[in-house]
């Protein structure tokens, strides 16, 4: 099997392309990190990619012709960064999926599925309980809004032009290699060093899944038989909600120490957020069977934080 991987050097992407290359796929990485400056992959790993440096922004449709299967995972994946960056956000979200979505339509010959990474943020405040696949996109701050678009981008590619269109979608993710700019990262970091703990609000909710589950669910989608999934929408979760102050005290429970907690206002747009998701979807048709907890998920990443993390 023939997979191209945009983000390849991103903390989900270094787990699928690990996952893929076990399974004997042949791997394309797309890029603008090196491949010499990867951090998440080992350079044997490494050396068995065909590694592309470059923007989604300047692919072209010989670089996806003749893939069995395109995975977009290139993003500015912090919410943070969206406050802070709004436009930037929108050109690596918005306008790097329309230009990867142009290549793809003129590809030839195409690839047989096209698997976009969403995001759970998406949703924002939900209009019922729980979320599941057919929820309308309710963005509530510049970066849901720009990965909302992104996903409306896939579906009138998948209209317009009958692209073989998927859409996998996720709370927080948890693991070896997490993002940096995610406040369970930030909380164990503190915790480490015996710094305080920024609480934004609290009462909003998260569903924290473990690296290992998501990458399952998304190589359940890549040997699934497209006509079984292709124009569906996956919530790969664990399907569990949990309070963000519950998290930071489970975060003290884990590390075993506690530190001060400083509370602070919610994030703009963030007041009233929930994660409350549905995986039964993804379960019936992909047999997707998430199996490690939140708590354990958790102890996990602190485990790895204690080991490399300083």
């Not at 010959?109 to 309710?138: C, M, V, W």
């Not at 963030?270 to 995986?279: A, D, L, P, T, V």
């Not at 992909?286 to 790895?304: A, F, H, M």
Request: proline fraction near 5%; glycine fraction near 8%; include cysteine.
């Amino acid at each position: 099997m023939k997979i191209l991987i945009t983000g390849a050097a991103g903390f989900g992407a270094s787990g699928l392309v690990r996952r893929l290359l076990a399974d004997g796929a042949e791997v394309t990485a797309v890029d603008v990190v090196g491949a010499n400056q990867n951090a998440l992959l080992q350079s044997d790993e490494v050396d068995r990619i065909n590694w592309l440096w470059k923007s989604v922004h300047d692919l072209r449709p010989e670089d996806v012709s003749g893939q069995d299967v395109v995975v977009h995972l290139a993003a500015q994946a912090d919410v943070p960064m969206g406050h802070s960056s709004p436009l930037w956000s929108c050109w690596e979200n918005v306008y790097g999926t329309c230009a990867l979505l142009e290549v793809i339509k003129d590809a030839h010959p195409r690839p047989q599925k096209i698997i976009y990474a969403g995001s759970g943020n998406e949703l924002g405040r939900p209009l019922y309980l729980p979320i599941d696949e057919k929820h309308p996109l309710t963005p509530h701050n510049p970066y849901s809004a720009s990965k909302a678009s992104a996903e409306l981008y896939f579906w009138a590619y998948r209209r317009c032009y009958d692209l073989p269109v998927v859409v996998m979608s996720n709370g927080i993710v948890t693991g070896p290699g997490m993002r940096r700019e995610i406040f369970i990262f930030k909380w164990f970091k503190n915790i480490l060093r015996g710094l305080p703990c920024v609480l934004e609000g609290g009462d909003q909710t998260r569903d924290i899944t473990y690296i290992s589950d998501v990458v399952d669910g998304w190589m359940r989608v890549i040997h699934a038989d497209a006509e079984s999934i292709v124009g569906e929408k996956f919530q790969i979760s664990y399907g569990e909600e949990h309070r963000v102050d519950e998290i930071l005290e489970w975060c003290f429970e884990i590390a075993g120490r506690r530190t001060e907690v400083q509370r602070v206002r919610h994030r703009p747009g963030e007041q009233g957020q929930r994660e409350c998701f549905s995986n039964e979807k993804a379960r019936k048709i992909l047999g997707y069977n998430p199996q490690i907890p939140p708590q354990k998920s958790l102890r996990l990443t602190w485990e790895w934080m204690t080991k490399e993390i300083r």
